[in-house]
Every structure is written in C-alpha cells, then in structure tokens.
Nanobody, 120 residues
Framework: QVQLVESGGGLVQPGGSLRLSCAVS????????MGWYRQTPGKERELVAL???????NYADSVKGRFTISRDNAKRTVYLQMNSLKPDDTAVYYC??????????????WGQGTQVTVSS
C-alpha cells in the first residue's frame, strides 16, 4: 500500500523558517511531479510549489523568493523549505505526488497534511 508521510510542521514566529518533508512509502514504479498545497478553513486548497521529474519548479506568487521546493529521488522525498514566514502562511500543508504503480497505472496521492502556524 502506497502512503505519503509528511513531517516538519509546527509553530514558528514571523520571520522564522520551517522545512517540510514528504516521503513515499510502499511499492511503486516511478514518481512524476511532486508538489505542496495548502488550505485554510473556508478556502479552497491552493498550489504552493511544484517540481517536475526534470527538476523544473513553479511557485505561487505569494511565496516566490521565500519558499524552495526540492526533491531527492533516491529517498523518494519532496521538501519545502519555508523562510521569512508570515502569519498569512498559516495553513495545513499537503504534499501531492503523481506516481506510477506500474508502467500503465498512474495515480495522484495526497499526504495526511501538516499544520503550519506562524504567530508571535
């Protein structure tokens, strides 16, 4: 059974930093794009950052220059380094990974979510 295990959330003061991790466990064939989304109560889940299998990245305008997404294919893990955090970054963060269970079966999997709270 494939699972995504997130870690790294928590409480941080404005201007601080956090690093989120999301690791794939279970038997898979390959991994395609990996991304991070976030959601606050009453709002739709929004894309924060995306990294393709080739290493190309895309960021929401609100986090450009502050957040960095990266991946370690050997560890099957995606990271989100968050610097200069603001109270508006407070949300539940979810990783999303497009993966292949076999060469013909592609699926999009979500992590369980991790709370990030930016507050003094």
């Amino acid at each position: 059974q494939v699972q995504l295990v997130e870690s790294g959330g928590g409480l941080v003061q404005p201007g601080g930093s956090l690093r989120l991790s999301c690791a794939v466990s279970g038997r898979i064939f390959s991994i395609d794009a990996m991304g991070w989304y976030r959601q606050t109560p009453g709002k739709e889940r929004e894309l924060v950052a995306l990294i393709t299998s080739y290493g190309s990245t895309n960021y929401a305008d609100s986090v450009k220059g502050r957040f960095t997404i990266s991946r370690d294919n050997a560890k099957r893990t995606v990271y989100l380094q968050m610097n200069s955090l603001k109270p508006d970054d407070t949300a539940v963060y979810y990783c999303n990974i497009d993966l292949y269970l076999n060469p013909y079966s592609r699926r999009s999997s979500w992590g369980q979510g991790t709370q990030v709270t930016v507050s003094s």
